[in-house]
């Protein structure tokens, strides 16, 4: 890509698809933008008027704002802290050589080609229901009081199910790094007496870095919109106790029919993640340089 | 400190055996020299001295105590890698650190050695660069930076100048030569090649498929090869070995003659020839030379003995410099 010819020509190749992608982002955004502006409820169609700021200041406002805006938080943390860690420590497991490794790897990736709807139902029915679940079960045949996860801990278990669903994307792409590693560097380590923990903590976490930012960025893009997990095993209940934003926006334009509303929701969450990718990139966006 | 001694060493992997069963003393203070062709086991071995591989069977005796089950680091023996493996992420001062760092030093005798290493090392000025922004010999030497600051017993290179430019391999070869001179430790090192086993090495290990084919002097082995082996592998060009008559003639059944021995006239002599290619490296002229019933002969004669493709010149080999071998292939 030198020569100015060569650029020119690159430019015109691209352009169809940022322009189609650019208008398939722009158009959706700036209707959002202008229904955020406008007294929009389903139930009273036909009576659509302008209202200025009220549809962000109600949404603001609302005590379920400042709920889910805390329950995305601890959703985000708490899932990249359990595919982080649990990511390089069965990355490390699946690194060893041992016997049936092609099918232990082949069945840890298996989750991540289950659909989120399907395994929270599976969740949810097979595992974490009082009466029928697995975990019930358990609980039973150790003589205790079975657990109703759901109602109980909602936010936790939705945690538990939607980290079960990213540990395979984070381990994987921990275990491409590990893999990576260059032998001789720990053979070196090694001369140089450093024991195992020494090794992991000053030789292997530091190559784990780029890798591990890279899943912190991807994961938490999609973490911020988590919706199928929750609509299928609390719908957001009980009370807000699992409502994220994502799930708030739903709730305001669609159960309450106040497209305005939830338009303004919308919005809302688009600056909210905005403002987390910047801070990510500042933050741990530099790792990827060098 | 530093004396090495290799009693019966044996290395399976699987199926395959690489070292079948070698003894080998390696004295205090001693520059030793590993070489031989490619995949003949020299980094096998010397990984087996530095604890990174078990042996399948013998035994490693480092200064009169059996290592052979020790860890490496509990050997006192520090390596420098081929590939340099620095700590990427690590400056230039905390790679050398980093085994002192790991041995609980106090900080002011950490402080105290790296820059004494640096010192030595010409790195002063580089201490606060990663190794990504070093150049090939400045990394060689954080590598053995980082070796010579543990103050081991002996020091493992695997062919450390492999990767660098022909230059710079001349003046690392000189400085690592110096290093060994002022540090007085044991030495170990691999390579494949021949102008840094002869001008480093107090002794040279001539390996074969896993075998020690001979253990000399520089000069031992250039002027008394034992074998076949050794004669064709010491020495650059490589020496001319003759069978048959000429052999015979000799009462051998292979005869070898170095290019050097070999005089040179353009009208009498033993042998008649025809000169095919000649290289010419200014100091010195390499001629290859077709004689009736012998393989094509390499001679070497001075930068300016003028002769062309096709010319007939006449070879005598020097009486004296004949190396003659037995049908086993060792020097009677
Ligand atoms: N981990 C291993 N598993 C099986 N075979 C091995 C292993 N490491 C080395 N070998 C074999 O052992 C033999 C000696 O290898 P080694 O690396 O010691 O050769 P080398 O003399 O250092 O060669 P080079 O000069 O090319 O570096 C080779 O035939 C190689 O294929
Ligand atoms: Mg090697």
Redesign the pocket.
Known sequence: MATQHSKTAARLMISPAVILLFLWMIVPLSMTLYFSFLRYNLLMPGMESFTGWDNYYYFLTDPAFSAALTNTILLVVGVLVITVVGGVLLALLLDQPFWGQGIVRVLVIAPFFVMPTVSALVWKNMFMNPVNGMFAHIARGLGLQPFDFLSQAPLASIIGIVAWQWLPFATLILLTALQSLDREQMEAAEMDGASALDRFLHITVPHLTRAITVVVLIQTIFLLGVFAEILVTTNGGPGTASTNITYLVYAQSLLNYDVGGGSAGGIVAVVLANIVAIFLMRMIGKNLDA | MGKITLRNVQ?R??E?V?IPSLDLDIEDGEFVV?V????????????LIAGL?DVSDGQIMIDGRDATEMPPAKRGLAMVF?SYALYPHMTVKKNIAFPLRMAKMEPQEIERRVSNAAKILNLTNYLDRRPGQLSGGQRQRVAIGRAIVREPAAFLF??PLSNLDAALRVNMRLEITELHQSLETTMIY?T?DQVEAMTMADKIVV?NA?RIEQVGSPLTLYRNPANLFVAGFIGSPKMNLIEGPEAAKHGATTIGIRPEHIDLSRETGAWQGEVGVSEHLGSDTFLHVHVAGMPTLTVRTGGEFGVHHGDRVWLTPQADKIHRFGADGKAL
């Open positions: 290395k992997f699987g395959a690489v590993f031989g062709p490619s995949g003949c086991g020299k980094s096998t071995l010397l990984r591989e081929q695997d062919e691999v494949h390996l896993g």
